[in-house]
């Protein structure tokens, strides 16, 4: 219900420590999967994505890491700092519609000095 | 650049009265999304348009939701009458194409209340 929505699990870090935030998809039929942060009061942000041909993908500070057979999803966020502090979703692409996103619960990231 | 484009940020608003968002996507983008977003959860689509075509309505309430692209460039959805449960975010996104690498680019949401 609403009362669940509320409670965003809560990842709290002291900056300069690196975090591991974890997403659990559903459908094994997906084959491309994204890592977006939103920040309060603005849209979700594009952080970085990664095709189901790969295990691993690395961006600036973050590194996405696939494990397709127990459908999990992580983002490892380097020397986290204050501006990391966000909700974090991950995404999944609907295969049958191959542009359809489908959101998982977010995170929320916590960078304390 | 501009990304997308939203207005208003903020509406409230008495239930069974009706309300209407805008969005404007980025310059060149053909695809254009609607989500609603509730407290603390990720975004669901609401409708995707290619162009000026609707090509996933699929979880649009029709009864009382309705959504336009009239020249395949901004965007208006509305909703009348309102409920109080449709007390939510609405985001709008914009991608170029409909490739799977084809990012999308959210708006910063327009934040209904519904009283």
């Known amino acids: 219900g609403e009362s669940v929505g509320l409670h965003l699990p809560t990842l709290s870090v002291q900056e300069g420590d690196n975090s591991i935030i974890n997403c659990a998809y559903s459908n094994s039929a997906s084959d491309y999967f994204i890592w977006y942060k939103q920040e309060s009061g603005k849209g979700p942000q594009f952080i970085i994505d990664?095709?189901?041909?790969?295990d691993k993908r690395q961006g600036q500070r973050v590194t996405v890491l696939l494990n397709k057979t127990v459908k999990h999803l992580s983002l490892q966020i380097a020397a986290t700092q204050p501006g990391d502090s966000a909700v974090y979703f991950c995404a999944e692409k609907d295969t049958i519609d191959t542009d359809k996103l489908i959101f998982g619960t977010g995170t929320r990231l916590q960078v304390f000095p | 650049e501009a990304g997308v484009v939203q207005s208003p940020r903020y509406k409230i608003i008495e239930k069974k009265q009706p309300v209407a968002f805008w969005c404007n996507p980025i310059s060149g983008h053909n695809t254009l999304y609607w989500y609603l977003q509730n407290l603390g959860q990720g975004p669901e689509l609401l409708i995707r348009y290619e162009n000026e075509e609707a090509v996933d309505d699929s979880q649009l309430p029709k009864d009382r939701f309705s959504a336009e692209r009239l020249k395949g460039v901004d965007s208006t959805l509305k909703i009348q009458p309102a409920e109080l449960g449709d007390s939510a975010v609405y985001l709008c996104?914009?991608?170029?194409?409909?490739?799977?690498?084809?990012?999308?680019?959210f708006g910063p949401g327009t934040r209904l209340t519904v009283t």
């Open positions: 996104a914009s991608s170029l194409t409909t490739s799977p690498g084809s990012e999308q680019y």
């Open positions: 990664i095709r189901s041909n790969m």
